[in-house]
């Protein structure tokens, strides 16, 4: 995409005359121009031209889906625009939608009032009859409400542009699969022609053997400009700085960031996956290149975790613009203190560093598994404050994703743990909030947000046809376990 922008297209009918539409298409302008500067928005937004007949409806979903930059339309209806005039056009329309219901004037002008003032501003019914249209054609949608200029109406159409971003970046995405799953997992597995046509993106395997001669060709001045860069951005350990006993481990972990960074940028990849039981050739496991790579963007999954490095590029674009703060996190081990409970995130190496609270440090441990030399990591605590995990899982007949909302708290001195670390309380509570999770059969893999919300989350799901679990402050398991038996009937017999 060279400008990623949403149409704003506003229905009506001819039955009004030239003149009520030249206000229509007036009010609209003004409407798309104060969303399209609006700064909740991460996107320019184009005013279409009203909309008044079929072949007007036909053309419009045509140019859009043709439209690379074009990531989703909104949708408004001004004044009446009977809705079986939008059938032909919308079943195929493949952008995602937003149907705004809004209102040009904020207030009702009392003392002036009359009827060509309520034909002109009439969406209280006109959207109410493009929203029975939508729903007996099963338009996948997100509905909003609420005046144009309020911030809490532009908040809700800002993210959900963030997550037509990340669905439209998906459609073209390529996941590298280093190796293959780790041996005898089930959750990280799946099938991934099912996921292509659900989602948009491929994932292909590479043997670990293409990716070492990259990393074999990186130049030693290459070596020597990253590792200085390292000294700038973060803490380095003594053993690991120039002249200390590991220095060449701290080298040998640029080289593969090179390596890697240049074997995915060349192949137009933009995310990836590894498994420490395919390393051949690989001097240690690639902990510092994940980091980093993923700070800059690029999705990642551990163990071959296709799915996980999917959905975190999703994320990854997402929040551009923000502060960024989202990382692959794993659900590692419990403080089972009474009333306390809580869940301490990490992995092995691979945490982004865009969710630390402060400046990272570079070190280098044993890793007890893998028999590899050394890895470096950056070590960090990870920062407070509300997020979400989110899992997608293959459950067979089709894809599930779960979300949990969570809240990240201070974490604890915890000098003998050599790995990137985030601590957090689960929702509704921790006893219901974790059996949620393994009841609707939610992945240890997650993907870590500190902007990606819950009802983004479930607007994705909407865009991509999926079922959401969505376990917040709401969740019962009562409930829960009944929307898992019926979601059976209501998303498994499809084909
Ligand atoms: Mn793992």
Known sequence: MEKPTLWFVTGSQHLY?????????????????????????????IFKPIITDPDGVRALVLEANADRDCVGVILWMHT??????????????????????????????????????????????????????????????KVVVGHWRHSSVQAQIGDWARVALGWADLQCAKIARFGDNMRFVSVTDGDKVSAEAQFGFSVNGFGVGDLVSTINEVSDSEVTDLVARYSDEYEVAAELQNGGAKHDSLRYAARQEIGLRSFLTD??????????????GLDQLPGLACQRLMADGFGFGAEGDWKTAALLRAFKTMERGLDPGTSFMEDYTYDFTEGEEKVLGAHMLEICPSISSGRPKLEIHPLGIGGKADPVRMVFDGKTGSATNTTLVDIGSRFRLIVNEVEAVPIPPMPNLPVARALWRVKPNFQDGVAAWIYAGGAHHTVYSYNVTSEMVQDFAEIADVECVVIDDYTNIRDLRNELRWNRGAFGLRG
């Open 17 to 45: 005359g030239p003149d009520t539409l030249r206000q229509v298409a007036s009010n609209s302008t003004s409407i798309a121009t104060a969303l399209g500067e609006a700064t909740a928005i991460p996107m320019g937004v």
């Open 80 to 141: 009446f625009s009977p809705a079986k005039m939008w059938i032909g056009g919308l079943k195929h329309l493949v952008k995602p939608v937003l149907h705004l219901h809004t209102q040009f004037n904020e207030s009702l002008p009392w003392g002036t009032i009359d009827m060509d003032f309520m034909n002109l501003n009439q969406a209280a019914h006109g959207d109410r009859e493009a929203g029975h249209l939508h729903s007996r054609i099963g338009l996948h949608r």
């Open 267 to 280: 192949g137009g990849f933009t995310g990836f996956t590894t498994t420490f039981e395919d390393l051949h």
